[in-house]
């Protein structure tokens, strides 16, 4: 499934999700919290900073997505995306799932361990050509990657595209290139730049959420 079909069984599925539903909460959530608790401390421990940041750039990047998706759900009728309730244990926002936001939340330390010690590492270089930097490569290797598991997912009960240009193709360019390039790139800001672009998108995101969940937006 590369596309959403703009079905009727699509669009009942999304209008079915009722996002921070208790209804299919177990104990689960607490393990998988405990798990990224485990992974982000291991990295502290190990003054791990450069993945650390990969990690929370990645996520910060993640989550002003995750509300502009749940944004345009409440605006045109449909996200771009939509999680089912079934398969999780408690849906976040309509196109993000508990599960799936933890797993983004380690998605970016995860690309930064598939980094060579040289982060400024450059490959195909020639006489005439100056190379591509690594850091692009694992970023638009990471986003195909991820673009082709999400196919697999859409064409599940548990992932839900409805609309006809959004699929594959356009999530792999606009969504996961854009995830990975943070993760890539930020890590090695000097820390003002660092400190500037994620307490910015900290900062947006946390007022988004403080101000839309309440209203009923997202």
């Known amino acids: 499934m ?70 345009i759900g409440y605006a045109t009728g449909y996200p771009l995306w939509t999680v089912s309730n079934e398969s999780s244990t408690f849906v976040l926002l309509i196109g993000v799932s508990w599960e799936l936001s933890m797993m983004f939340s ?5 690309a930064s361990k598939m980094m060579p010690e040289d982060r400024n590492k450059r490959l195909f270089v020639t006489d005439k050509f100056k190379g591509v930097s690594f850091k692009l490569v694992n970023a638009i290797g990471m986003a195909l990657l991820f673009s082709v598991i999400e196919i697999f997912l859409a064409a599940t009960p548990a992932f839900i595209w409805v609309y ?36 910015t998108l900290a900062s947006i995101n946390i007022l988004l959420l ?9």
């Open 106 to 110: 380690i998605a970016g330390i995860i």
């Open 2 to 71: 590369l596309f959403g079909d703009f079905s009727e069984s699509a669009k009942n599925a999304v209008k079915a999700v009722v996002p921070r539903s208790l209804d299919n909460f177990n104990w689960t959530f607490i393990f998988i919290l405990a798990v990224v608790f485990y992974i982000y401390w291991s990295e502290i421990k190990a003054k791990n900073w450069k993945g650390i940041i990969a990690g929370v750039a990645l996520y910060s990047v993640h989550w002003f997505y995750e509300i502009m998706n749940a944004i």
């Open 210 to 218: 403080v101000i839309l969940v309440p209203l009923g937006i997202i």
């Open 164 to 199: 006809k240009w959004w699929g594959a193709i356009p999530v792999f360019i606009t969504t996961y290139i854009p995830f990975f390039l943070a993760s890539s790139y930020v890590p090695d800001w000097k820390p003002k730049h660092q400190a500037i672009f994620l307490g």
